[in-house]
């Protein structure tokens, strides 16, 4: 816990766009994903629309796949986990399709990207990258 606690909705985050305008719990995060994912926020043409994917070059440089509001992340025979993040003051929220497991990240607020820039303004790999990436492989797949 942050002490004393700080709040977090006073934060402009209008340089990332409508995407980081939410101020949850990490609970209603879960139950937002369950919700959106078995058909009760959307109908299931809308929810397929938001599920159809399109190469997308991330910051990273590296393509992966993105949809309208929803990011695929997979394990070999592992099954889809959609979800959204982690970007802004830190978060990340997945669930898995059907709706069998879900897992949430949420960070003190600290900044985002600890990655240093290479002279070409690339972002090079940090160690917490595969500590997040590896968090998250366990979170979803046990």
Not at 12 to 33: C, H, K, Y
Not at 53 to 80: A, F, N, R, W
Not at 83 to 95: F, K, Q, S, T, V
Request: charged share 20%; aromatic share 10%.
């Amino acid at each position: 816990m942050i002490d004393p606690p700080r709040d977090y909705s006073v934060y402009d985050m209008s340089w990332v766009g409508p995407s980081a305008s939410l101020i949850s719990t990490v609970t209603d995060l879960n139950r937002f994903f369950g919700m959106l994912l078995a058909g009760e926020i959307v109908g299931p043409s809308s929810l397929a629309q938001m599920q159809r994917t399109v190469p997308v070059v991330s910051q990273e440089g590296k393509t992966i796949d993105y949809c309208l509001g929803l990011h695929p992340m997979e394990g070999p025979g592992q099954g889809t986990f959609w979800g959204h993040g982690p970007h802004g003051l830190g978060w990340w929220g997945a669930i898995h399709d059907p709706c069998r497991r879900q897992a949430a990240d949420v960070r003190r607020g600290e900044p985002q990207r600890w990655n240093k820039l290479d002279s070409s303004g690339k972002p090079q790999s940090h160690p917490i990258d595969d500590a997040l990436a590896t968090l998250y492989r366990v979170a979803m797949y046990g």
